[in-house]
DNA sequence: GACATAACATACTAATTGGTATGTTGGCAA
DNA sequence: TTGCCAACATACCAATTAGTATGTTATGTC
């Protein structure tokens, strides 16, 4: 990689871990500057503006990071209710970087940006979607191999689990970790009795 | 209601709309005076900050308002089942004013302003906590009653319910009211299999 | 009707915002 | 070695921010 490649993925890094912390609009320029020791010449020469920062952002640090970790496992998977608790288990107690108090970055672009950027929505939308779609056919997948027991549209259990998901980090930055323990009970008696 | 009772009032019910549509940092004290017709001088002297104004807009109309819709029809409940279902097609299909485009507000709140301000935080962890404690009590209720066939945990359940909630708010954001529809569709298969 | 205070109105400020204009420098091709 | 351009660096700017200082006016009380 070359140096300015570097410069430009060290403030798309920084910029990230920030912004996960403080929110889009409240991360400003001149903060990310000072954090990344980089002058405003150079973030301005490799971004056109703010929102094409946060877009690249999206793109190539947020997609790249959250497909490993939702979707990947979920397509190699034999058993979709194991994998996808799994996944689940391991987006909310695992990762050291996820902090209960700042929920989860995919998510609170979503909620602060969607309405106020249709480019970040539809960036946004697609991640969602490809999360959507991998638990759709793990589970179309476990119903042609007939192990559940009951009858289920697999487009409405995906809903409730990714809603599930994205409501959990919420609830959690209001009651902290514990909510988490508490929804992946929950989660797994609602599974097991699929 | 005095005049100036009136003035604080309808300064809070015009941020709390703005707000809103475009979060709370996003909305500036000046926009708020340009909607509301009143004068920088009347606003601070109804709330001593930006952030005095915020929570009384929690305390005083997002938190009544959410109290009727969400709390007080799972008190008056007999069949619980049937109860949160109704709370939640109510919130998510039947409020004109809350556009799936913007989410909820309270989840909204919640989302930007948990991690930001510890007040904020305390006053609408009490809004969840109370949700909760009714969800709860209108479950137990039902164990009680013999309704349900299969054995839970009820605090387990209430955190799926709103974590649901909370959840298809935010990927409503992305995706659109369809979201709401499938996720609806989801939670009752869930409630019935109780 | 005088007076006090509540309820505003106006004009300002220092700090911060995203963005630009105009530099400078380092490395590589000819 | 020279020339050129990518890759920065510095200095600025107009707009916006929350908040304040200092007014004026309405209203109730005696």
New interface residues.
């Given amino acids: 990689m070359s140096k300015a490649a570097d410069t430009r993925m060290m403030i798309l890094q920084k910029s990230f871990e920030l912004i996960y912390?403080?929110?889009y609009?409240?991360t400003s320029i001149d903060e990310i500057i000072a954090t990344t020791q980089v002058t405003k010449g150079a973030f301005f020469y490799h971004f056109k503006t703010k929102d094409d920062m946060g877009l690249s952002l999206i793109n190539e640090v947020l997609y790249p990071g959250m497909y490993n970790v939702m979707i990947k496992p979920l397509e190699e998977a034999k058993d979709p209710v194991k994998a996808i608790y799994k996944v689940m288990e391991n987006l909310l107690n695992d990762f050291v970087f996820f902090n209960p108090?700042?929920?989860c970055p995919a998510?609170?672009l979503?909620?602060?940006m969607?309405?106020?950027n249709p480019v970040f929505?539809k960036a946004?939308?697609k991640l969602?979607?490809q999360w959507q779609n991998a638990i759709v056919a793990a589970l179309n997948k476990g119903q042609a191999d007939h192990i559940f027991t009951?009858t289920?549209?697999p487009?409405?259990?995906a809903?409730?689990v990714?809603?599930?998901?994205?409501?959990?980090?919420?609830?959690g930055?209001?009651?902290g970790k514990s909510?988490y323990k508490?929804?992946l009970?929950?989660?797994k008696?609602?599974l097991i009795?699929l």
């Fill in positions: 912390r403080k929110g609009q409240s108090d700042y929920g998510i609170n979503i909620e602060e969607s309405p106020m929505k946004l939308a969602v979607k009951s289920f549209v487009e409405e259990v809903m409730v990714i809603s599930g998901y994205g409501g959990v980090r919420n609830i930055k209001a009651l909510s508490t929804y009970r929950g989660l008696t609602y009795n």
